[in-house]
């Protein structure tokens, strides 16, 4: 039981995570998602962009927490930790 809570939390957390990035390049970029993504890659701004899109996670973690699901934001905490890992290896490499 406990582990299906914290899947769910980590799945939340991805979603808010990739859907925050795709709403950050929607608001203000001027090109499209691909080519936001591109010119991210090629100047090596990826990390800052799937930095910006992690304020999401905030939200469904305190969320969770309000609602008492903590093992639920648990899971939020663990996907914000691998995107962190993520934006340490695009930064690195």
Do not use: C, P, W
Request: zero cysteines; hydrophobic letters at 60%.
């Amino acid at each position: 039981m406990i582990k299906k809570e914290i899947f769910i939390g980590l799945i939340v957390g991805l979603i808010a995570n990739t859907l925050g990035t795709l709403l950050y390049i929607l608001i203000f970029s001027d090109f499209g998602i691909a080519e936001t993504y591109q010119a991210a890659v090629q100047q090596g701004h990826i990390g800052s962009l799937l930095a910006l899109g992690a304020i999401l996670n905030l939200v469904a973690f305190f969320g969770f927490l309000k609602i008492r699901r903590d093992y639920r934001a648990r899971g939020v905490m663990i996907a914000t930790l691998l995107t962190a890992m993520l934006i340490l290896y695009y930064k690195v490499f």
